[in-house]
């Protein structure tokens, strides 16, 4: 079998994970450790030979750059000689090259990897909570944190994304890609924690999200038999076979 297969990574560490923010769709850039775990992924994949075909992350800035050094790293063979080193290694930054068309002579098209960003791959909308710390909150939204606090419901956060809209999106995202893709594909997606769990559910066929771990730059992989992917029989759907998660929050290039 010739699979297609999705990696799906969470972004390398970013400042509002060190300051303990609820980031949600603000706009906080990678910490100098976040590069360095992003730049030992790209190496760690480089070896195994894992090449993706297409990329696609979510547009926030710290998964953009996320994906910017893991993609340098896969077109440093596409870089001019005298850019590279005896060792094939990118001299422009070793540590954060963020390779682009234009930097290669292009016009703007990542090529020769294609490299897509969606809406969807956001994170989780955290409406006025967005940015802030939980003593932030707490101090300028007491009441609505003591319920957080206090219950199991899922209590809406004024100007926040629902969970309906959220598993909506991932759906919506899982079925485009599958759609789009066939087998021998091998397709990267950057994104974050806790729509990540959204997307895994999704892709599994959960009727529930389960809260899952997931490390900077942690990598969840699946091999997915496309050609009988919407076949509905049982005899393929629980054929194992056709259906395999290789890797599960694996972050070992950071040990």
Same mark, same amino acid.
């Given at each position: 079998?010739?699979?297609?297969?999705?990696? !799906?990574?969470?972004?390398?560490?970013?400042?509002?994970?060190?300051?303990?923010?609820?980031?949600?769709?603000?706009?906080?850039?990678?910490?100098?450790?976040?590069?360095?775990?992003?730049?030992? /992924?790209?190496?760690?994949?480089?070896?195994?030979?894992?090449?993706?075909?297409?990329? *696609?992350?979510?547009?926030?800035?710290?998964?953009? =750059?996320?994906?910017?050094?893991?993609?340098? %790293?896969? /077109?440093?063979?596409?870089?001019?000689?005298?850019?590279?080193?005896?060792?094939?290694?990118?001299?422009?930054?070793?540590?954060?090259?963020?390779?682009?068309?234009?930097?290669?002579?292009?016009?703007?098209?990542?090529?020769?990897?294609?490299?897509? *960003?969606?809406?969807?791959?956001?994170? %989780?909308?955290?409406? =006025? !909570?967005?940015?802030?710390?939980?003593?932030?909150?707490?101090?300028?939204?007491?009441?609505?944190?003591?319920?957080?606090?206090?219950?199991?419901?899922?209590?809406?956060?004024?100007?926040?994304?629902?969970?309906?809209?959220?598993?909506?999106?991932?759906? =919506?995202?899982?079925?485009?890609?599958?759609?789009? %893709?066939?087998?021998?594909?091998?397709?990267?997606?950057?994104?974050?924690?806790?729509?990540? =769990?959204?997307? /895994?559910?999704?892709?599994?066929?959960?009727?529930?999200?389960?809260?899952?771990?997931?490390?900077?730059?942690?990598?969840?992989?699946?091999?997915?038999?496309?050609?009988?992917?919407?076949?509905?029989?049982?005899?393929?759907?629980?054929?194992?076979?056709?259906?395999?998660?290789?890797?599960?929050?694996? %972050?070992?290039?950071?040990?």
């Amino acid at each position: 079998m010739t699979p297609l297969k999705l990696l !799906f990574i969470r972004h390398a560490q970013s400042v509002g994970n060190v300051e303990k923010r609820m980031q949600g769709n603000a706009d906080f850039p990678l910490t100098e450790e976040g590069r360095r775990q992003a730049a030992k /992924l790209a190496q760690r994949l480089r070896e195994e030979g894992w090449r993706p075909t297409h990329i *696609y992350s979510s547009p926030i800035k710290r998964t953009v =750059q996320t994906t910017e050094i893991l993609l340098s %790293h896969f /077109l440093a063979d596409f870089l001019p000689t005298s850019l590279r080193d005896e060792t094939g290694v990118n001299e422009l930054n070793p540590m954060e090259p963020e390779i682009t068309a234009a930097a290669l002579g292009g016009s703007g098209d990542l090529s020769p990897i294609p490299v897509s *960003y969606a809406d969807a791959l956001v994170e %989780h909308k955290n409406g =006025q !909570f967005e940015g802030l710390t939980w003593a932030e909150a707490q101090e300028k939204f007491p009441q609505l944190c003591l319920q957080l606090e206090t219950s199991l419901d899922w209590i809406p956060v004024p100007g926040a994304e629902t969970l309906m809209d959220a598993r909506d999106r991932t759906q =919506q995202f899982i079925s485009d890609l599958v759609e789009r %893709h066939q087998n021998g594909d091998h397709v990267l997606i950057v994104t974050h924690s806790w729509i990540l =769990q959204h997307l /895994l559910a999704t892709l599994l066929g959960c009727d529930r999200t389960w809260r899952i771990a997931s490390r900077n730059t942690g990598m969840f992989e699946f091999w997915i038999e496309r050609s009988r992917w919407f076949r509905p029989d049982p005899q393929t759907r629980l054929n194992t076979d056709l259906w395999q998660v290789r890797r599960f929050n694996d %972050h070992h290039h950071l040990l």
